[in-house]
C-alpha cells in the first residue's frame, strides 16, 4: 500500500512565524502536491511537483512555498505565517501526470492553527 | 477549463436506507472522475473512479456511480447506508492535457441516523 505521511497531525504557531510541513511518500511517485481544505471550500491546490526540484504553483500559492530536494519528500513553506493560514493541510501524491489513472494518496493532514 | 459541483452540502439518511450525493461536472477533455471519503480527522481515501471503461463504476463498501455523459453527472450511490458511511464524499474531476489538472468539489457532509 501506499503510504503518505506527514511530520504533525496537529500544529500551533504565532504570526510572522516561519513553518515548515513535511510530506514523505514511499512508494516512488513522481507527482506531490499540497493542498488546503476549509469548511464549505473543499480543498485547494496550493502547490504540486511533478520531479525533483520541479515545482507548479496551484491555485492559492500566495503565502506558501515548496521544497523538493528528494522524490519522496515534498515540503510547504510559510514564510511568516498569518491568522488566514489556519487550515488542514493535506499532501498527497500521485503516480502519473497524464495517462487517466492519476490517482491521488493523501496523508492524513496536519491542522495547523496560527496564533 | 473544468469544474464540479456537488449539489448537496450536507445530506441525512437513516441507517439500511438508501444513499444518493450528487455531483455534475464540466470539463474541455473527457474526463477521469473520482469519489473520495474522508472520516473525521482522516485524510481523503479514494471510494472508486471512472477513466473512460464501464460507465457503471463499482468501489469500496458498496459504493457505485454511474457517468452520465448527457447530463454531465456522477452521481454516487450505495443501496443501503450503513453507520460507519457517516463521513464527508467529494467529487473530483481531471481533465486532459500535459499535467491533468484536478478540481474537488466542495463536499457532501453524510449523517447518517440510527
Known amino acids: 500500500d501506499v503510504k503518505v505521511t506527514q511530520s504533525s497531525r496537529y500544529l500551533v504557531k504565532r504570526t510572522g512565524e516561519k513553518v515548515f510541513l513535511e510530506c514523505v511518500q514511499d512508494?516512488?511517485?513522481?507527482?506531490m502536491f499540497w493542498y488546503r481544505q476549509d469548511p464549505g471550500l473543499g480543498l485547494r491546490l496550493i502547490y504540486f511537483?511533478?520531479?525533483?526540484?520541479?515545482?507548479e504553483k496551484g491555485d492559492i500559492p500566495e503565502g506558501y512555498s515548496v521544497s523538493r530536494e528528494k522524490k519522496e519528500r515534498f515540503s510547504l513553506i510559510l514564510e511568516s505565517a498569518s491568522t488566514n493560514q489556519t487550515s488542514m493541510y493535506l499532501c498527497?501524491?500521485?503516480?502519473?501526470?497524464?495517462?487517466?489513472?492519476?490517482?491521488?494518496?493523501f496523508g492524513p493532514g496536519t491542522r495547523l492553527t496560527v496564533l | 477549463a473544468q469544474s464540479v459541483t456537488q449539489l448537496d452540502s450536507h445530506v441525512s439518511v437513516s441507517e439500511g436506507t438508501p444513499v444518493l450525493l450528487r455531483c455534475n461536472y464540466s470539463s474541455s477533455y473527457s474526463p477521469s472522475l473520482f469519489w473520495y471519503v474522508q472520516h473525521p480527522n482522516k485524510g481523503l481515501q479514494l471510494l472508486l473512479k471512472?477513466?473512460?471503461?464501464?460507465?457503471l463504476v463499482k468501489g469500496i463498501n458498496g459504493f457505485e456511480a454511474e457517468f452520465k455523459k448527457s447530463e454531465t453527472s456522477f452521481h454516487l450511490t450505495k443501496p443501503s447506508a450503513h453507520m460507519s458511511d457517516a463521513a464527508e464524499y467529494f467529487c473530483v474531476v481531471s481533465g486532459g492535457g500535459g499535467y491533468q489538472k484536478v478540481t474537488f468539489g466542495t463536499g457532501t457532509k453524510l449523517q447518517v441516523i440510527p
Open positions: 512508494m516512488d511517485h513522481e507527482n
Open positions: 498527497a501524491s500521485s503516480l502519473l501526470t497524464s495517462g487517466r489513472d492519476n490517482e491521488q494518496f
Open positions: 471512472y477513466t473512460s471503461a464501464a460507465t
Open positions: 511537483s511533478y520531479d525533483v526540484k520541479m515545482k
